[in-house]
Every structure is written in structure tokens, then in C-alpha cells.
Nanobody, 126 residues
Framework: QVQLVESGGGLVQAGGSLRLSCAASGRTFSTSAMAWFRQAPGKEREFVAAVTWRRSTYYADSVKGRFAVSRDNAKNTVYLQMNSLKPEDTAVYLC????????????????????WGQGTQVTVSS
């Protein structure tokens, strides 16, 4: 059974930092792309960042230069370092794992991912 468990969310003031973690289990993730999405109340789920198994990284324009995604395959864990946080970053952040053998050039589409965590709340106060 595939399981993704996020942690590290919380309440932070604008300009602050948080580091999210996503622990994966249930199948081999070392050759899968991993991604972070977020969903704010009343809004659609949106792509935040992705890291391939070769450690190439992709970011939404809204977080470029502020967020950094990384992975530790030995620990089956993906991280999202979030700096210079803004109130508009407030959302539930979800970790996702790429479905096996998916062939597409886009890492930002939710359809690429077949395993999702429950999410961790990030709240940024102004």
C-alpha cells in the first residue's frame, strides 16, 4: 500500500520560513518524480514544485526564488524549503508521487501523479 505522509506545516509570519517533509513508503520511489501541490479554500489544487529522479527541479512562477524542492532517496523523503513566505502561500500542501511509466513532458499536471498524501496546513499571517 502506497503511503505519503507530510509534516512540517504550521503558522508563520510573513517573511518567515518553513520546511515541509514527505515520507514515502509502499513502493520504490527513487525512480519516480515527486511533487508538491497546494490547495487554498475555495481554490483549485495548484502545482508548486517537482523534483525528478535525476534531481531536476521545476517550480511554479509564484514560488521561484523562494521555495526549493529536494529529495533524499535513501530516506524515501522529499522536502520543500519555503522562504520569504507570503500570506498568499497559505494553503494545504500535498505531496504526490508520479505514476509508474507516465510519459509526458509536464510535471505540473496532477494527472501525472497517482499517490497523494493527506496534506499539511501552512498558514502565513500578515
Amino acid at each position: 500500500q502506497v503511503q505519503l505522509v507530510e509534516s512540517g506545516g504550521g503558522l508563520v509570519q510573513a517573511g518567515g520560513s518553513l520546511r515541509l517533509s514527505c515520507a514515502a513508503s509502499g513502493r520504490t520511489f527513487s525512480t519516480s518524480a515527486m511533487a508538491w501541490f497546494r490547495q487554498a479554500p475555495g481554490k483549485e489544487r495548484e502545482f508548486v514544485a517537482a523534483v525528478t529522479w535525476r534531481r531536476s527541479t521545476y517550480y511554479a512562477d509564484s514560488v521561484k526564488g523562494r521555495f526549493a524542492v529536494s529529495r533524499d532517496n535513501a530516506k524515501n523523503t522529499v522536502y520543500l524549503q519555503m522562504n520569504s513566505l507570503k500570506p498568499e502561500d497559505t494553503a494545504v500542501y500535498l505531496c504526490a508521487a508520479e505514476r509508474p511509466s507516465y510519459s509526458s513532458s509536464s510535471y505540473s499536471t496532477p494527472q501525472r501523479y497517482d499517490a497523494w498524501g493527506q496534506g499539511t496546513q501552512v498558514t502565513v499571517s500578515s
